[in-house]
């Protein structure tokens, strides 16, 4: 069992900066890969950026790429998500998941959620 916080959501304004923590439970946090996803209101889930479990490769939705990082500290069971440039299109309930086989743009292939971050970009 993993339990997943989230932390760091916000309101910014348009060209700001957030970074969000995603706090992990459990003694095997480098076995999963680590996502983080996106819901805005009367949307459905979509995915933003994955990272594996040694941190080595990560993967990024175009509509981030270049904007956002993804990286993980083992040693502190967090993976983080740095959002650079935001756009108020990045408004969105933010969460962050963990996959015990490897990492996937579908939401139902991830084992544990968080409870989310609102994260609010104002123009």
């Known amino acids: 069992q993993v339990q997943l916080v989230e932390s760091g959501g916000g309101l910014v304004q348009a060209g700001g900066s957030l970074r969000l923590s995603c706090a992990a439970s459990?003694?095997?946090?480098?076995?999963?890969?680590m996502g983080w996803f996106r819901q805005a209101p009367g949307k459905e889930r979509d995915f933003v950026a994955a990272i594996v479990g040694n941190g080595a490769v990560n993967f990024y939705a175009d509509s981030v790429k270049g904007r956002f990082t993804i990286s993980r500290d083992n040693a502190k069971n967090t993976v983080y998500l740095q959002m650079n440039s935001l756009k108020p299109e990045d408004t969105a309930v933010y969460y962050c998941?963990?996959?015990?086989?490897?990492?996937?743009?579908?939401?139902?292939?991830?084992?544990?959620w968080g409870q989310g971050t609102q994260v609010t970009v104002s123009s």
């Open positions: 998941a963990a996959d015990r086989t490897y990492w996937d743009v579908r939401p139902r292939e991830y084992d544990y």
């Open positions: 459990g003694r095997t946090f480098n076995n999963y890969a």
